[in-house]
């Protein structure tokens, strides 16, 4: 009886082990033309020095309106 399931654990480790797993991966590359505007070619500090120069303008173009004023 010992033998018998011996026999039938070798028998099961061996041919367990023997099965190939295929795993069949596909690899997909697309290319997209993406088109970029004008803004989004300068980074992020050019945009954000762009935006302070614009508030600042502002305020000197009040200030001069209030000495004008005077």
Not at 6 to 25: D, M, N, P, Q
Not at 27 to 42: F, H, L, N, S, Y
Request: hydrophobic fraction near 35%; charged fraction near 45%; include cysteine.
């Amino acid at each position: 009886m010992k033998k018998l399931f011996v026999l039938i654990s070798l028998a099961t480790l061996t041919l367990g082990s023997c099965r190939e797993t295929k795993t069949e991966t596909k690899e997909v590359i697309r290319e997209v033309e993406v088109e970029v505007e004008a803004d989004e070619k300068e980074g992020i500090l050019e945009r954000t020095a762009k935006e302070v120069d614009k508030e600042v303008n502002e305020e000197i173009d009040k200030k001069i309106e209030d000495i004008g004023n005077d």
